[in-house]
């Protein structure tokens, strides 16, 4: 790694505020401690208000604005990659916002780069054929649950045909491959449980909100998650 990108990456890992030490950088970086302390220092001189000191660990003032970086070519890859898997598996509104994303980034590229992303995006091909539009609908008002703390009613239908009304505490989507599931605090359970997002016929934001704004509560649910029955 250069020196310079390596300045950057501690940037990018003192920017949540919490205190990182020396150890911790060195190891995420594959460099030595004493790397770590010059490129810290070097850091300080050139501007960057980074608080800490040898031995205790740094943390970057809260409101700092990373400078901005060009992307190297298998970076830019990744983002098309990306973009093209969340248009083909994601709610519209998702797909939507990947597209204005990469827009965006295009529009400031050298065309060197330029070019490799429109060789990418001929070579990578996601197929939305296989995730219809009925099943993407539930995704954005969940999404818009989590991001807002507040809760949904779903209709869902389990595999064995059951068919149940939850007010559920949406805290987070994983994706599978084939389908997504919703991770919640399912309030007729009084437990959390997975939900497929293909099984929801419907969801409704309510009045109601819900807390994790520090993300416990999924951390509790993937925690529980294993060997969980059928919601």
């Known amino acids: 790694m250069r020196p310079a990108d390596r300045l950057f990456q501690i940037i990018l890992l003192l920017r949540n505020g919490r205190v990182v ?23 300080v001189k050139s501007g960057a208000p980074i608080d800490g000191e040898a031995g205790v660990g740094y943390r970057l003032r809260r409101g700092y604005q990373v400078p901005p970086l060009m992307f190297t070519g298998d970076e830019l890859e990744a983002l ?53 539009a009925p099943l993407r609908e539930p995704m ?11 809760k949904v009613s779903v209709s869902y239908r389990r595999a064995d045909g059951e068919a149940s009304q939850r007010t559920l505490w949406p805290l987070g989507l994983v994706f599978w491959g084939h389908c997504w599931t919703l991770g919640a605090w399912c309030e007729l359970r009084q437990a959390f449980r997975t939900f497929r997002v293909d099984r929801i016929g419907s969801v409704e934001l309510i009045d109601e909100t819900f807390d994790d704004r520090y993300g416990h509560l999924w951390r509790d649910y993937l925690a529980t998650a294993r060997g969980e029955d059928e919601a």
């Open 21 to 43: 030490t020396a150890a911790a950088l060195a190891e995420a970086l594959e460099v030595s401690e004493r790397t770590i302390y010059r490129d810290i220092a070097d850091l």
């Open 140 to 150: 954005a008002m969940l999404r818009s649950g989590m991001e807002s703390g507040r």
């Open 80 to 132: 098309v990659v990306g973009a093209k898997l969340v248009r083909a598996w994601g709610d519209s509104a998702l797909g939507k916002a990947a597209e204005q994303a990469m827009a965006r980034i295009e529009a400031v590229l050298p065309r060197a780069l330029e070019d490799r992303v429109n060789a990418s995006s001929r070579r990578f091909l996601a197929l939305d054929c296989l995730q219809p």
